[in-house]
């Protein structure tokens, strides 16, 4: 994967980049100091996945990740950030970010959390659990909010394979891993997914994932 990292701590931008280079099959091809400094050389680079942080001058990660998910949606968004509150991690979903990633963490996770992209679409730390409930909480009121204008969501819509997928993604397993498991195509997984996040209304996996424990599709524990 082509990776671009963007924060204005030259230290740990340098670090973090010397860390990604020594995986297999990950190499850093941008760094930039802030979002505007990213979104001017973007044009020059082929990425596949940003890793931005939140707090940073002139263009923060909030800002950036917004114009990223309206010209660059294929594009995949990792947060890596110290701020780890309900808010954040509100704002991060809303705006379609595909994970977080707290400063915190242990290194070796960071391998994890990036494959776990590539493979499932989002990734949310072990760390971060105590929040999830939290953020069950604001999807409940985004819903409620939703359907006083008028959209509704229905818990029903999904079949019982597709919850099968999500349980399976939570859990985890790539599209490969889940064709071979319910012995269907891997475009039909890739296609089921496309489904479950239009019926859920939800801008990346994550969204599906909060909507299956909403619902108690499927458990917190098995995230």
């Known amino acids: 994967m082509k990776v ?12 973090l980049a010397h860390l990604l280079n020594s995986f297999d099959e990950i190499d850093v091809v941008l760094q930039a100091n802030n979002g505007r400094e990213f979104l001017s050389s973007i ?8 890793l931005l942080d939140i707090q940073m001058p002139e263009m923060d990660g909030f800002q950036t990740c917004r114009i990223l998910k309206d010209k660059y949606p294929n594009i995949y968004v990792l947060i890596i950030s110290q701020l780890t509150t309900k808010e954040s ?22 391998h994890n959390a990036i494959i776990s992209i590539k493979e499932n679409g989002y990734y949310f730390g072990n760390e971060l659990g105590s929040v999830i409930r939290e953020v069950m909480l604001w999807e409940k009121k985004r ?7 008028g959209f509704e969501i229905d818990e029903n819509c ?8 999500i349980k399976l993604v939570s859990n985890g397993k ?22 479950i996040m239009e019926k859920t209304n939800s801008k990346n996996f994550i969204g599906v994932v909060v909507f299956a424990l909403k619902y108690q599709l499927i458990a917190l524990e098995e995230i």
Request: net charge negative; no cysteine; aromatic share 6%.
């Open 158 to 165: 999904l079949t019982a394979r597709e919850i099968e997928i």
């Open 43 to 50: 044009e020059e680079y082929d990425i596949d996945l940003v």
């Open 4 to 15: 671009a990292i963007v924060d204005d701590h030259q230290l740990f931008r340098k670090s």
């Open 143 to 149: 819903n409620d909010e939703q359907v006083e204008d």
């Open 89 to 110: 991690i509100h704002k991060v979903m809303e705006l379609g970010a595909h994970g977080f990633f707290t400063k915190n963490s242990d290194p070796v996770q960071l």
């Open 174 to 195: 790539s599209s490969k891993e889940i064709s071979e498991i319910l012995n269907i195509n891997v475009r039909t997984v890739e296609t089921h997914r496309k489904h």
